[in-house]
């Protein structure tokens, strides 16, 4: 795609207002909003509102008066209509990792130790299978992690626990069907937990209509609520008051403020609260999720998802044209396909690429994706339509063919690696 047509897209694009609900640096292509979301233009003075109105003056009152205490509800019912979820049933607090240990735990307790196994792919995130690993270890089961999503129906059983994934594959951005795989676990007898870290703001997701068991995600990815922002958490109404999470804080108690010596949990999704809510990291949730509202004025996740396939394919098609080693990792029916592109580079020979170089060298010519090692290597791009349009792919595919065509990758400054890849 020519900048030209691209250029022309983007001054039809219904969405392209929202862009300017965000600040990103001049002369950046920002593809990494799988990652690190951006950062939305209010956010700034709405913390510091927080730190220096709520905090600074109105001191602990504040718990009450600006509503502190309410955040993790609050925020979970301003999410619950992109996950397919109602107000009440879902609840913002610690990181998507912690969410996970709860929710695997509550699931394995409510196979009341009849089944013990985990089912999950080997290529999930690596939190999701290494909490897993714990989970299974304090309930004395296993977790089978398969090869390929079709090895996945075989192994639902009758010993078959939990069904647990991710509906958009961090690295190959492949999505799953989740009402499908649903159905298959609860035909075997077992429970499906999902992970949105990948979805939610991002693809079209039913909770409540794929009859999922368990749900949680990440805030700081396509949900823009900044670096380590709280995650969420969503459990399936017919589960409620069956079984203690394992984290028993005194904020998912019944009576918090009783201060009784004996745990009572919450009814509903409180009770996967823990402790005390990260008050300034929800404030950047809460204004992040404005921008999803001003979203939901210009069509909403319809608008969101032709958008974030339509960019996917073009920079897929840009790719396939400019890069003639590359080999696309990800879907290009669009029923499988999340909102990023990941492709390996020749890895042989003469004609051998390093793709973390390539990716680096991208990094300063202002083009910002990253870069996943393993088997094979990817250079990944997340495509946000919020703030995403048509020029950015354009402008990425044709630095990357000039990095390629220029082999200007192949220099110390990119080859040496950084800890965050
Ligand atoms: C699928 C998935 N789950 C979880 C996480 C991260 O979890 P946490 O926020 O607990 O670090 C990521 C991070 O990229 C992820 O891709």
Redesign the pocket.
Same mark, same amino acid.
């Given at each position: 795609m020519n900048i030209e047509d691209a250029k022309r897209l983007d001054a039809a694009d219904p969405l392209r207002s929202l862009r300017d609900l965000f600040t990103l640096p001049e002369g950046i292509t920002y593809l990494d909003g799988?990652?690190l979301g951006a950062l939305p233009r209010a956010t700034p003075e709405r913390i510091q509102r927080a730190v220096e109105q709520e905090w600074g003056q109105g001191l602990i009152k504040s718990w009450n008066t600006a509503g502190w205490i309410d955040l993790p509800r609050r925020l979970g019912d301003r999410l619950a209509p992109w996950l397919g979820a109602r107000p009440g049933e879902v609840l913002v607090a610690?990181? &998507?990792? !912690? =969410?996970?240990y709860k929710v695997l735990h509550a699931a394995l307790q409510l196979q009341q130790g009849k089944r013990k196994i985990v089912v999950s792919e080997r290529s999930?995130?690596p939190?999701?299978n290494y909490i897993a690993q714990s989970v299974v270890r304090a309930h004395g089961g296993e977790l089978i992690l398969t090869e390929s999503p079709e090895d996945i129906p075989p192994l639902l059983d009758e010993r078959c626990a939990v069904l647990m994934l &991710?509906h !958009? =594959?961090?690295r190959s951005g492949r999505m799953h069907d989740m009402a499908l795989l649903t159905r298959w676990a609860h035909q075997a007898g077992a429970l499906a937990v999902w992970?949105?870290?990948?979805s939610a703001g991002i693809v079209p997701i039913d909770l409540l209509g794929s009859a999922a068991d368990f749900a949680?995600?990440?805030?700081?990815?396509y949900l823009n609520g900044g670096p380590?922002a709280p995650?969420f958490v969503w459990m399936h109404p017919r589960h409620e008051g069956q079984v203690w999470q394992p984290l028993t804080g005194w904020l998912g108690h019944a009576n918090p403020f009783d201060f009784d010596s004996e745990y009572q949990p919450a009814p509903g999704i409180q009770q996967y609260q823990c402790g005390t809510p990260a008050v300034l990291a929800m404030t950047g949730l809460d204004t992040a999720l404005d921008v999803y509202d001003a979203a939901q004025k210009l069509g909403g996740m319809k608008a969101l998802r032709n958008k974030s396939l339509a960019l996917t394919e073009a920079f897929i098609g840009g790719v396939e044209a400019r890069v003639p080693g590359a080999v696309i990792a990800t879907p290009r029916d669009s029923a499988l396909r999340g909102s990023q592109v990941s492709f390996s580079l020749p890895k042989d020979g003469d004609d051998s690429i390093d793709g973390y170089a390539v990716m680096q060298a991208l990094i300063h010519h202002g083009v910002i994706g990253d870069f996943r090692a393993g088997d094979p290597e990817l250079l990944r791009f997340g495509f946000a339509p919020l703030y995403n349009g048509f020029a950015d792919v354009s402008r990425a595919v044709s630095v990357l063919g000039e990095i390629l065509d220029s082999r200007s990758w192949d220099a110390p400054q990119f080859t040496s690696r950084s800890k965050v890849t």
């Open positions: 799988n990652s610690d990181s &998507t990792s !912690v =969410n996970l999930n995130f939190t999701d &991710t !958009v =594959n961090y992970d949105l870290a990948h949680v995600g990440c805030g700081y990815k380590g995650a």
